[in-house]
């Protein structure tokens, strides 16, 4: 296993600092008993008012649920640990247990469903909406660009192997559209979208602002649909969490370019503005454009972190569905903060430069990694190629700037 080789590669077993109580996302007393609201409703309390309120029934930590481990091994260094014995269980649960509620997420621009499980875990669901070896058309803006459930996945694996770990879990999952939605959703907008087409397959389309209508509906074969499901995060009552506005944002406008795109300089007055004039929030924020050049992702306007954490935090990479949409061109703008700010941690450098070699080939273990979901394949061939060829250039544009 390539995969196995590197993750005991001396690269991928540099130390974090030492977590203390105060690096914690939440602080759990072992011993504690937390114990169901009677209000009926989904929210759990501590029996002392202890200063987290956790869903663990009344049980001991070693019984509590993969999701709840998860949430709880949160701190400020990192969503996860690299050698994560959760992870195996973690992404079978998300793929295997049973669904027990499913209703439509709120907001953005296309359909998402937030799905619970019996132990209280909950995952969002996006469906497949374009098959495998589908390119974004060339005419299409980023912003009109479909969500890929593959993506999302794809996504989560590559953030792991680059060893950044900002990315919640995903696995992919065939949902039966009558049973695991239609028949159990008490969201009654969601319910009143659902239809047998002309070809006698199940359909829904929600409701959104832009790809919720008959004629983008999502239909199953008959009834069995793709998706992606991804652990949820806390809930931002438990644990707040702050937006942040990506300074290389795009215009989100047909015909205007943001001031990035205009001004050579725009690195030096970006290092100037808190929270980039000190710390390492600028080279997080390269650290993900690194990850969305090698999927292609234009779609990075806001990113966020953990309110508790400060400025001293890794950033999540949230919202992924629109990389992997084009394997034959490259968007070089993607990588515009690299350029423009010359600056990258050493450790991702070091990193970049050892999956570029064949041991440890990017595509291969991207490949090796994806082999395992449920969905698998879940690139078509020419997306992994791809990755090769666009590390090339990241590592190309290091090079230039380590010349100048």
């Known amino acids: 296993s390539k995969l196995a080789a590197l993750f005991k590669h001396p690269l991928y077993n540099i130390p974090i600092p030492e977590v203390t109580e105060k690096d914690k996302l939440f602080v759990v007393n072992p011993m504690e008993k937390f114990s169901l609201r009677s209000s009926g409703s989904d929210e759990w309390v501590s029996s002392s008012k202890a200063e987290?309120?956790?869903?663990?029934?009344?049980?001991?930590?070693?019984t509590y649920p993969a999701w709840l481990k998860f949430h709880i091994g949160i701190n400020?260094?990192?969503l996860y640990p690299r050698q994560d014995p959760l992870m195996p269980t973690l992404l079978r649960d998300l793929a295997t247990q049973r669904i027990v509620s499913s209703v439509q997420k709120s907001g953005g621009t296309q359909l998402k469903l937030i799905m619970t499980f019996p132990n209280y875990g909950q995952a969002l669901f996006k469906p497949m909406k374009q098959t495998r070896d589908q390119e974004t058309p060339i005419d299409f803006f980023y912003f009109s660009d479909f969500e890929r459930h593959n993506a999302e996945i794809a996504a989560f694996h590559l953030d792991r192997i680059l060893d950044f770990r900002r990315i919640p879990p995903v696995s992919g999952r065939l949902v039966n559209i009558t049973k695991e939605i239609r028949d159990i959703t008490t969201d009654k907008k969601l319910a009143k979208t659902f239809f047998i087409s002309p070809a006698g397959n199940v359909c829904f389309y929600g409701e959104c602002s832009y790809y919720c209508s008959t004629e983008h509906a999502l239909c199953g074969k008959p009834d069995r649909l793709e998706g992606s499901?991804?652990?949820?995060?806390?809930?931002?009552t438990l644990a707040k969490r702050r937006s942040w506005r990506s300074p290389w944002r795009r215009s989100y406008h047909k015909s205007k370019k943001a001031e990035w795109e205009l001004n050579p300089n725009y690195c030096a007055q970006v290092r100037e503005t808190p929270p980039y004039n000190r710390g390492h929030r600028l080279l997080d924020l390269i650290d993900m454009t690194v990850l969305d050049f090698l999927m292609g992702n234009m779609d990075r306007h806001h990113y966020e972190t953990f309110e508790k954490f400060g400025n001293d935090t890794f950033l999540l990479h949230l919202d992924n569905g629109r990389g992997f949409g084009t394997h034959s061109r490259d968007e070089p703008s993607i990588l515009a903060p690299l350029r423009q700010c010359c600056s990258i941690k050493k450790s991702t450098y070091l990193r970049l430069q050892?999956?570029?070699?064949?041991p440890y080939r990017l595509s291969d273990l991207l490949r090796e990694a994806l082999a395992a979901d449920p969905l698998a394949p879940v690139l078509a061939e020419p997306h992994?190629?791809?990755l090769d060829r666009r590390l090339g250039k990241v590592l190309a544009a290091v090079g230039r700037c380590l010349a100048g």
């Open 52 to 62: 987290t309120l956790l869903p663990t029934g009344k049980t001991a930590y070693d």
């Open 229 to 236: 499901m991804a652990a949820l995060l806390p809930d931002k």
């Open 354 to 358: 050892l999956l570029a070699t064949q």
């Open 384 to 386: 992994l190629r791809a």
């Open 76 to 78: 400020r260094y990192e």
